[in-house]
C-alpha cells in the first residue's frame, strides 16, 4: 500500500536520525581503511533486492521481548515489511515488503523507502565477502585489485585459473567477467 503522508514523514525522520549515524560511521570505517570494496555499475531495476528486505539485528533487539516486538511493530507498520522467517544463526528478520510489486519489479513509494533500500548494496562495500544477487547489474572489485591481480600474475597463476580467482576474489570492474556463467 503506498504511503500516505503520516508514513512519509516517520519514515523521513527515522531515515533522517540513521543518514547521520551512519555517515560518522561509515567516514570513521573509511578512515581506518576498513571499507575494502569499490561499487561499479547502475541499477537495472531486477527487483531482485526488494523481494526478500533482510535486516541483521543486534544481541539487544533479537533477545529482549519487548525490543524485539517494537522493532517488529515498527517495521510491519511503518516500513511495511511483514516477517517471513528468521536466520537465528546470523539474527536476521527476512521480510515481504508490501510496496514491491512482483509482476512489474517496481516499489510504490519509492520516494519514501527506508535507508537500507537507498544504502544497497553500497552497504556491502564493508563487508568481508560481499554477495550481490547474481541478476544485480553491480560489480563490486576490491580497492587492492591491481596488486593482488599482479601477485597473482607473478606467482604464474594464468589463463582460467586467473579468471576464476579474479571473480572469486573481486579483481574485475567487467561485469560479464565477474559474474557465474
Ligand atoms: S520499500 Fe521499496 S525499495 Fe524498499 S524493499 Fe520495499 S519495494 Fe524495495
Ligand atoms: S538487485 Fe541490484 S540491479 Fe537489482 S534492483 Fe537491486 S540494486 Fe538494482
Redesign the pocket.
Known amino acids: 500500500m503506498r504511503d500516505g503522508p503520516i508514513r512519509t514523514f516517520l519514515k523521513w525522520f527515522a531515515r533522517s536520525v540513521k543518514s547521520f549515524d551512519l555517515s560518522v560511521t561509515r567516514a570513521l570505517l573509511v578512515r581506518h581503511g576498513e571499507q575494502r570494496y569499490r561499487l561499479s555499475g547502475s541499477?537495472?531495476?531486477?527487483?531482485?533486492?526488494?523481494e526478500t528486505p533482510t535486516i541483521p539485528v543486534g544481541r539487544a533487539v533479537w533477545f529482549v521481548r519487548t525490543l524485539r516486538a517494537i522493532f517488529l511493530w515498527w517495521q510491519r507498520v511503518v516500513n511495511g515489511f511483514e516477517l517471513i522467517d528468521t536466520d537465528p544463526r546470523f539474527k536476521l528478520f527476512i521480510f515481504k515488503c508490501t510496496h514491491f510489486d512482483p509482476v512489474t519489479k517496481q516499489c510504490d513509494s519509492y520516494e519514501s523507502r527506508p535507508l537500507m533500500c537507498r544504502d544497497?548494496?553500497y552497504n556491502l562495500t564493508f563487508q568481508a565477502v560481499p554477495s550481490l544477487?547474481p541478476?544485480?547489474?553491480?560489480v563490486m572489485h576490491d580497492k587492492k585489485a591491481e596488486g593482488l591481480r599482479a601477485a597473482l600474475k607473478k606467482a604464474g597463476v594464468e589463463g582460467e585459473k586467473l579468471a576464476e580467482l579474479e571473480k572469486k576474489l573481486f579483481l574485475t570492474k567487467d561485469p560479464e567477467r565477474a559474474r557465474d556463467e
Open positions: 541499477c537495472n531495476s531486477c527487483g531482485k533486492c526488494c544497497y548494496p544477487f541478476e544485480c547489474s553491480y
